[in-house]
């Protein structure tokens, strides 16, 4: 991709970013570990690849996004507050109960939420499931949705793998945040998914690996998948979990907590600091 | 005439299927749930999901996003039990337009067994807030609640059996959700029952007024939202209250009367039901027997409910 376009979206995802930690600051819980991780690749769709319109969010022809490890919400609020189908402001509101940020992704309270997750392994078969339907109604949408690593231990996974493959579902690209941590530790010490690339190709589907913080590795990644035809795609993406915040990174002890204040400015200024040197 | 209410369902599909807006799964089921006769009539409309439940769940949720109406079948126990909790976190959460329609409740799968035999289905989808939960007693309230649901937005729970039952109805009925149904009149008693113990509940009428008493009988087809009038007028009226339902007497309907009385008119209710334990294999007509899902049970209920109210 262009430098020009690089260097923005490098800069959104820092903002991303920074939204990310106000959001569980101001919440006083939630999930920056791997809300951080995936920051560049919800980035990458949704800034550069995604056709979705906040002034219409229910919109039938758009594309769609499920975040199937929904404990990630801080990361979709922040794309969607920088997208436009939510107020900026309403992100301080996160978790609390007045609010209709829910701790876990809501489809029916949130503008540019296509589907609710929070327990693992749903979530890839609602989009299992929409992009059947874009099938039948000879749609053009594409289907998008991002898978935790740890996830991969739900049994409903693995049937979803085996749907998405058989119905030959190449509108549905998926994305492995392989960050390698979950909540009890290393995921290959409490229960070992691997190996991740070998299984997805098993189960049939189309596997391309990428750095999931190099933004062209990511762009390619899709633009991949788009000209695969009768296969589903898996973006394995090798993540950090934390990724961007020096004292967060591949820290699982980041997985569900919220930084204090002194945490919440040091992040902050880290990732001010990261945008400075961008220079955009 | 005897018809299952898994059949009747088969041909209330291929009846109003023509609607582009409906989406039938199943999960490698579809010549007992009798979803197979739509699959042949609109083949692109219907999706196995093979013997995968959590995934036809949550997939069907998805497509539920997409402005469809869709019908996601299997026996109870893998359907609503197994899938529970993608039931609640994918469907009823989002209140989406996803129907169970759920063969093979209860003791009358017979000879299959207690793992095949759902006796907590209720109980668990009408916990469930956003859900609806209906139990016909015959083939045509199963065609008719077939084509409400159809037209309801949201998401349903339809308890369907295996075993051939009786007519009930005849072509003028006319099904309405959430409206209780009352068969017959009477001021001493009142049998209320759901799914096929409307038919031993009818028994039980004519027994008892041979005995000279007037029991009056009511249909509940939807468990939940359930007709509280039509519960309260009938423990007002006739003073005892008989239940009964092919399920677990906790959770069930007879639990949800209870609730219904409590609230608004404390009465004597007698449940009859499966007494908390598993099925077994059987003939169904034997394990009906052997559970007391009888016309002589309610009969008996029916007496100590009467004997309760003059205390």
């Known amino acids: 991709m262009e430098q020009e376009l690089l260097l923005k979206l490098k800069r959104k995802a820092a903002d991303v970013r920074k939204n990310i930690i106000d959001e569980v600051f101001s919440a006083g819980s939630g999930h920056p570990g791997g809300s951080l991780s995936c920051a560049d690749i919800l980035t990458v769709l949704y800034f550069k690849h995604m056709n979705v319109n906040s002034s219409t969010p229910k919109d039938p022809d758009r594309d769609r996004f499920v975040l199937s490890k929904g404990h990630a919400s801080p990361v979709l609020y922040s794309v969607l507050a920088e997208k436009g189908f939510i107020p900026k402001k309403d992100l301080l509101t996160f978790r609390q109960a007045d609010s209709y940020l829910e701790g876990h992704p809501s489809v029916k309270d949130v503008p540019g939420v296509d589907m609710t997750t929070g327990s693992l392994g749903q979530g890839i078969c609602a989009a299992c499931g929409m992009a059947q339907m874009g099938k039948l109604d000879k749609k053009d949408y594409r289907v998008y949705a991002i898978l935790g690593d740890g996830e991969l231990q739900e049994g409903q996974v693995w049937e979803a793998m085996m749907y998405a493959a058989h119905y030959k579902l190449d509108n549905l690209t998926a994305f492995l945040d392989h960050n390698g941590l979950q909540i009890d530790g290393d995921i290959t010490k409490v229960m070992s998914p691997e190996p991740v690339a070998a299984k997805f190709e098993a189960f049939g589907w189309n596997v391309i690996i990428v750095d999931g913080h190099d933004m062209n590795q990511i762009d390619n990644a899709i633009e991949k998948a788009k000209k695969t035809k009768g296969k589903p795609t898996m973006i394995v993406a090798e993540t950090v979990k934390g990724k961007g915040v020096s004292f967060m990174e591949n820290q699982y002890g980041w997985h569900g907590k919220a930084p204090n204040q002194e945490q919440r400015d040091k992040a902050i200024a880290e990732l001010d600091a990261y945008i400075e040197n961008l220079g955009v | ?311």
């Open chain 2, 1 to 311: 005439m005897k018809k299952a209410t898994r059949a009747a369902y088969g041909e209330a599909l291929a009846e109003y299927g023509s609607n582009e807006r409906i989406i039938v799964l199943d999960a490698d089921l579809s010549k007992s749930t009798m979803t197979a006769t739509f699959k042949e009539l609109y083949p692109e409309r219907f999706f196995n999901t093979g013997i995968a439940e959590a995934n036809m769940i949550s997939s069907a949720a998805g497509m539920a996003t997409c402005n469809k109406i869709v019908f996601a079948s299997s026996f109870a126990i893998f359907a609503a039990v197994r899938a529970a909790e993608q039931i609640r976190n994918s469907v009823c959460y989002p209140k989406l337009n996803v129907k169970i329609a759920a063969t093979h409740a209860g003791i009358s799968v017979g000879e299959d067994g207690a793992t095949h035999q759902a006796i907590e289905d209720i109980a668990i989808m009408r916990a469930l807030p956003n859900m609806t939960v209906i139990q016909p007693c015959d083939g045509r309230e199963t065609k008719q609640a077939v084509k409400a649901i159809i037209d309801y937005n949201g998401p349903v729970y339809l308890r369907l059996g295996r075993l051939a039952v009786e007519d009930i109805y005849d072509n003028s009925y006319e099904f309405q959700i959430g409206k209780g149904v009352q068969l017959k009149d009477g001021c001493d008693v009142t049998i209320i029952a759901t799914g096929l113990m409307v038919k031993p509940a009818l028994d039980a009428y004519e027994a008892l007024r041979s005995q000279g008493i007037l029991a009056r009988v009511i249909n509940i087809h939807t468990i939940k939202p359930i007709d509280r009038e039509i519960i309260v007028k009938a423990a007002r009226e006739t003073g005892a209250i008989v239940t009964a339902e092919e399920h677990n007497i906790i959770g069930g309907l007879g639990s949800a009367v209870c609730e219904v009385l409590c609230d608004e008119q404390p009465a004597p209710v007698k449940r009859v039901g499966i007494e908390d334990k598993f099925g077994k294999s059987g003939k169904p007509e034997d394990l009906i027997k052997m559970y007391g899902l009888t016309a002589e049970n309610i009969i008996i209920k029916a007496k100590i409910a009467m004997a309760l109210k003059k205390q």
